[in-house]
């Protein structure tokens, strides 16, 4: 396999760099973990379907930024690895309202997906 070097091609993300950092408001506590994600599911070349299986959780409760690139990759995923996804759809970003919209109401169309809005979730976690 030949390297790709030569066309000047970086990881916007790499290891150790500062836009790789997780921001201080952010930062896992010494009980959390943080796990490396490259590719669209976060279950993908992860530990996360052995930790959660390993915690007997059944469900997961997802948000962030990537609506479309990853957060729907592993909501379906997770369905297909008979998780129960649960979607915070004010809590997820996206590249546009269309595509946030989209994706939304195909994963809503799945049956297998629920969304809870953060006013109805944070209080349940103890956070105001």
Known sequence: MRSISWLG???PFARGSAPWQIIPELTPNE??????KITMSAFEG???????????L??????????EVGIGPTVRHGAD??????????????KTADAKT???????????VFT??????????GLP
């Open 9 to 11: 091609t970086r990881p």
């Open 31 to 36: 009980d959390e973990c943080a796990i490396d």
């Open 46 to 56: 992860t530990l996360l379907d052995i930790a959660l299986r390993d915690a007997k």
């Open 58 to 67: 059944a469900a997961f409760i997802i948000a962030g930024i990537a609506l």
């Open 81 to 94: 690895l008979n998780y129960i996804p649960i979607v915070v759809p004010d809590a997820c970003g996206s």
């Open 102 to 112: 989209r994706v939304l109401a195909e994963l809503g169309g799945t049956g297998e």
């Open 116 to 125: 809870v809005e953060s006013e109805a979730l944070l209080p349940l976690m």
